[in-house]
């Protein structure tokens, strides 16, 4: 079974569901990615969705879940988007990597939806950076050894 990785944010609605999505794009299914929050909102945001969905990456069925979801599972890899999950992360069975990389929240944008969607739009982007390039490291280690 591929290894499973962990995005933890604190709500669960925006920066780790953009970081699974991209994550799961970019992995070619060489791993298991799942988010989870430490405190869920409940929903995944519709900008969240729509940012993504301009990147053909679909979020629609998403849900918000707590990351005691995750505690019985082998989880590889956690990666921490948000300072308050880095600090309640547990360690979970059999996990081997632990990251932290913070992003704005762009649920906290305001103006018009216009104006929100452009600092959805500017997260997904610094998110894509990030995990694409994260991805690309892990495919091509995984190249290396095998």
């Known amino acids: ?9 604190t709500g669960n609605s925006c920066r780790s569901h953009l970081a699974e999505g991209i994550l799961r794009a970019a992995s070619q ?3 298991r990615v799942a ?3 430490s405190k869920p909102a409940g929903y995944v945001h519709p900008l969240a969705i729509k ?8 979020l629609s069925a998403h849900t918000s879940k707590h990351m005691n979801e995750f505690l019985n599972q ?3 890899t956690v990666i921490t988007v948000c300072g308050n999950a880095d600090q309640a992360c547990p360690v979970f069975p059999g996990q081997v990597n632990r990251h932290h990389w913070p992003f704005d929240d762009p649920a906290h944008a305001t103006g018009t939806e216009e104006e929100q969607l452009a600092v959805f739009r500017r997260v997904r982007d610094e998110i894509r950076r990030v995990f694409e390039a994260y991805a690309a490291g892990r495919l091509d280690a995984a190249g290396k050894v095998n």
Request: charge should be negative; charged fraction near 15%; include cysteine.
């Open 29 to 31: 299914g060489r791993f």
């Open 1 to 9: 079974m591929p290894p499973l990785i962990l995005i933890l944010c």
């Open 51 to 58: 940012a993504l969905a301009e990147l053909g990456l679909d």
């Open 35 to 37: 988010s989870a929050g």
């Open 74 to 76: 082998p989880v590889e």
